[in-house]
């Protein structure tokens, strides 16, 4: 059964600092892994889509990584901004649902960056 | 683009009433999703479909919840009787299962049960 932990539940930073989210899980034969962002009284924003073949991917100011072997996955947010502020969640599909789109949450980390 | 549309967005109801949450996926997408938000558990998958099929409703909770996909642009989530302990945001997720499948979600529909 996959299961996904997200450390830590809260950080806070100062505007313009680069800063890492992690994520763990526990089914390594997963099919891919995603990072959401989430702002208050809001649904879900897809961030990253990782494939279970890829070790990385980017978006702007953001770059995932996947390392299933250590059964983990790090958010790297560069140049931080009061606008980044808000819950940032994983989640990865198991490995025997990986080809249904089933993705377990881990519970988020809520970022909060000062001006 | 349109994304995934639910609705309603908020709901207040009294215990014992019926709640029917409803949801319109991305078109195009052949996967649906309903997943259910507390602070105290996080985001819980409660039932998925695959072409209009349900394939895993392991997570729906009690006999009190049940969910339907008549047709592939439409899908509904039945609670009744309604419970306070039923009071969550739900929402409604969907994707393509034959491209990386990336869940796009709904803004999902906040309900308190009184």
């Known amino acids: 059964k996959q299961e996904v932990t997200q450390i830590p539940a809260a950080l806070s930073v100062p505007e313009g600092e680069n800063l890492v989210l992690n994520c763990s899980f526990t089914?390594?034969?997963?099919?891919?892994l995603q990072w959401f962002r989430q702002d208050p009284g809001k649904g879900l924003t897809s961030l990253l889509l990782?494939?279970?073949?890829?070790r990385e991917q980017t978006s702007g100011r953001l770059n995932a990584s996947l390392d299933k072997s250590s059964g983990r996955s790090t958010l790297y947010i560069a140049a931080s901004q009061p606008g980044d502020s808000a819950t940032y969640l994983c989640a990865a599909t198991g490995g025997r649902s990986g080809n249904t789109g089933k993705l377990i949450f881990g519970q988020g980390t809520t970022l909060q960056v000062k001006p | 683009d349109a994304g995934v549309i639910q609705s309603p967005r908020h709901e207040v109801t009294e215990m014992g009433q019926e709640v029917t949450l409803r949801c319109k996926p991305i078109s195009g997408h052949n996967s649906l999703f309903w997943y259910r938000q507390t602070m105290m558990r996080g985001l819980e998958l409660l039932i998925y479909f695959n072409n209009n099929v349900p394939i895993d409703d392991s997570g729906m909770p009690e006999d009190r919840f049940s969910a339907k996909m008549p047709n592939a642009s439409f899908s509904t989530l039945k609670i009744q009787p309604s419970e306070p302990r039923d009071s969550a945001v739900y929402f409604c997720?969907?994707?393509?299962?034959?491209?990386?499948?990336?869940?796009?979600f709904g803004e999902g529909s906040r309900l308190t049960v009184l």
């Open positions: 089914d390594s034969a997963i099919y891919n």
């Open positions: 997720a969907s994707t393509w299962t034959t491209q990386g499948r990336e869940l796009f």
């Open positions: 990782i494939q279970s073949s890829q």
